[in-house]
């Protein structure tokens, strides 16, 4: 009795002290990176965005998995605030935006969720630049939401439901609510903190990280626990819906344009982008040698499919302007 005493004290001190040394590495990593837009409150959540650029039309711009807003900070919105009102957002529940349950997790929800911020920052029907998740998220969007969607420039994106997850993300498959909790809350960020050298070059292989991504890729914003149990609904809760609007991308009918890798280890391009194109053969896809990560990689070629994607709306509205007369 006195050993299974000595036994569940033992464990419940480890599990204190794992709480402890995430919460303090929560606290440095939000010290290092703090939040630097702004905030709106809509139906519980807290959406954290900037806003940036000129009077042109809207570009937002969506990051994936496991992501934030920081993922694009490789020269992107720099280059298309020229021309472009450039709005960044960290997904509900990713980067310093919360949701309050995993019922927000769904595309559906998130999708409603931006929505009313596009609308609520009078956006008007914005090209949506999404990556990885980010790129389900805009067809989420514009499927569901058409009146604040002119086009979608998909970087990389998750399309269709994927048969196998690649091991590195199993960690990521937790069921129970009550289970990613108490991982978030204990092994996840010491295990962040060893095995993020080796995630991180998977991301991106076969390219390589450049070596302030922790940092200007807001990186270190994953080892908080509220980022991991994020990015664990999002994975779980995306299987269950992304059938439902793999049905209904034939019915798009607004400028698109697709950048895919072929070399991409966490997506196949040929299961989400050539089979996109077999849905709706309006798409137009490029591929390029490279990996996932190509905000951060190619930044200049994720910026000429958002220009192209501006140029066919402009001549899509001088079409139907003419067709009016």
Avoid at 28 to 34: G, H, N, W
Avoid at 87 to 101: E, H, K, L, M, W
Avoid at 184 to 213: C, E, Q, R, S, Y
Avoid at 267 to 290: H, I, S, T, Y
Wanted: aromatic share 8%; charged share 20%; proline share 6%.
């Amino acid at each position: 009795m006195a050993f299974f005493l000595a036994l569940i004290f033992f464990i419940g001190c480890v599990v204190l002290a794992l709480a402890w040394f995430t919460a303090l590495t929560a606290r440095r990593v939000e010290a290092m990176l703090p939040p630097r837009g702004r905030f709106m409150d809509i139906d519980g959540q807290r959406i954290h965005y900037t806003d940036t650029g000129g009077s042109g039309p809207a570009v937002v711009l969506i990051h994936g998995l496991a992501g934030n807003m920081l993922n694009f900070n490789y020269t992107m919105p720099e280059k298309l605030a020229a021309d472009f009102r450039v709005i960044a957002v960290d997904r509900p529940g990713s980067g310093y935006s919360t949701r309050p349950d995993d019922a927000s997790a769904t595309l559906a929800a998130q999708a409603a969720t931006l929505a009313t911020l596009f609308r609520q920052l009078e956006l008007g029907r914005a090209i949506l630049v999404g990556h990885s998740l980010g790129g389900a998220l805009s067809l989420a969007l514009a499927l569901d939401h058409p009146d604040c969607v002119g086009g979608l420039a998909l970087i990389a994106p998750l399309t269709h439901t994927v048969e196998k997850a690649p091991t590195e993300f199993n960690g990521l498959l937790i069921r129970s609510r009550v289970w990613r909790k108490i991982v978030a809350w204990t092994v996840a960020t010491p295990g962040g903190i060893l095995g993020g050298a080796k995630l991180l070059a998977f991301a991106f292989a076969p390219d390589v990280p450049p070596a302030d991504f922790s940092t200007r890729g807001g990186g270190l914003l994953g080892l908080r626990p509220s980022n991991f149990y994020a990015a664990s609904s999002d994975i779980v809760a995306v299987e269950d819906v992304l059938p439902g609007y793999m049905a209904r991308y034939h019915a798009l009918r607004i400028p698109m344009a697709m950048l895919y890798g072929r070399g991409d280890h966490l997506l196949d391009f040929r299961a989400q982008g050539e089979a996109m194109v077999e849905k709706n053969p309006a798409l137009e896809l490029e591929l390029l040698e490279g990996g996932h990560m190509l905000p951060v990689t190619v930044p200049d070629r994720c910026v000429a499919i958002v220009r192209r994607v501006a140029d066919r709306m402009k001549e899509a509205h001088i079409s139907r302007a003419q067709d009016a007369f």
